[in-house]
């Protein structure tokens, strides 16, 4: 006679042990994965749309400084002239980049409505912008504009290669009080 016994245990159907999938197991599953696409899709996808802030002209004019040394004055003929271009990461492949100094700037707008953006001096609001400059045209940068939650009040930009990766936290560019409007 051996001093152990065996008992067979059979889990129950269903049982994550048994080897069979619950309805309930697929199902929470599924909110699982799908709880995690929409996390995933706002974080981000749409990040950037979220907080977009459309500004008019008007409201762009002036001066707007970065942590980092970055200086843009822009005007209503749509001209800019800048300092501190090399220190912007979106421009790391522009020739030379610290002797850009002006150009013009433009809204993005989409003509057609089917969501494809073109640079167009007639617009006259926008939540992105390009920035082409006179020294190198080859140079064009795109320049995403922020609110905290699309507040227009106290905007922020970014110049960009993607508006979904956002700025480096001294990259981000506030309106000077001391700007100048032109």
């Known amino acids: 006679m051996s001093m152990f016994k065996y008992i067979e245990v059979r889990p129950q159907a269903g049982h994550p042990i048994s080897g069979e999938r619950s309805a309930d197991m697929r199902g929470w599953r599924a909110m699982v994965l799908a709880v995690t696409g929409v996390v995933l899709t706002a974080s981000c996808g749409y990040g950037a749309a979220i907080h977009a802030a459309e500004i008019p002209q008007e409201q762009l004019v002036g001066t707007w400084t970065s942590p980092a040394g970055t200086s843009l004055t822009f ?15 979106a421009m790391a492949d522009c020739a030379h980049p610290e002797k850009l100094s002006n150009g013009r700037w433009a809204f993005y707008i989409s003509p057609k409505g089917d969501g494809l953006i073109v640079p167009d001096e007639t617009a006259t609001r926008g939540n992105d912008l390009q920035l082409s400059f006179t020294e190198d045209p080859t140079c064009t940068v795109w320049v995403y504009l922020y609110g905290n939650y699309g507040d227009t009040e106290d905007p922020s930009m970014c110049p960009t290669e993607d508006p979904d990766a956002g700025c480096p936290p001294d990259g981000y560019m506030k309106r000077s009080e001391a700007g100048t409007r032109s």
């Open 75 to 89: 005007s209503k003929e749509h001209t800019f002239t800048g300092t501190g271009f090399d220190k912007v990461k």
